[in-house]
Nanobody, 126 residues
Framework: QVQLVESGGGLVHTGGSLKLSCAAS????????IGWFRQALGMEREGVSC????????TYAASVQGRFTISRDTAKNTVYLEMTSLKPEDTAVYFC???????????????????WGPGTQVTVFS
């Protein structure tokens, strides 16, 4: 059964850090683009970062560039999103999903990603 499960969310003060995990089962994530998305209350889901299969390139939304880092642990079949210098506007439910392709195309479209995980809540307070 194909499944993605996020974890690592929590409550953190402005300026703090969190590391989210996206654990894959039922497939090898090395052959799929993996995207991180977030959805704040009352807002649309937006792309945050993407890890491409073709060359392992990592891309980010402008709002998180320089603060977030996406990475992959092949042995654990897990993708991570390390978030630093967190701001209250980063508060959202964070999701990971997969996309079959060689490169990540921005803006990331939720319609081209599938196997969504249930999400993990990140709350940044000031």
């Amino acid at each position: 059964q194909v499944q993605l499960v996020e974890s690592g969310g929590g409550l953190v003060h402005t300026g703090g850090s969190l590391k989210l995990s996206c654990a894959a089962s039922g497939f090898n994530l090395d052959y799929w683009n993996i995207g991180w998305f977030r959805q704040a209350l009352g807002m649309e889901r937006e792309g945050v970062s993407c890890l491409a299969t073709s060359d392992g390139s990592r891309t980010y939304a402008a709002s998180v560039q320089g603060r977030f880092t996406i990475s992959r642990d092949t042995a654990k079949n897990t993708v991570y999103l390390e978030m630093t210098s967190l701001k209250p506007e980063d508060t959202a439910v964070y999701f990971c999903a997969r996309n079959f392709g060689r490169e990540c195309t921005w803006p990331l479209s939720i319609n081209t990603f599938g196997s969504w995980g249930p999400g993990t809540q990140v709350t940044v307070f000031s």
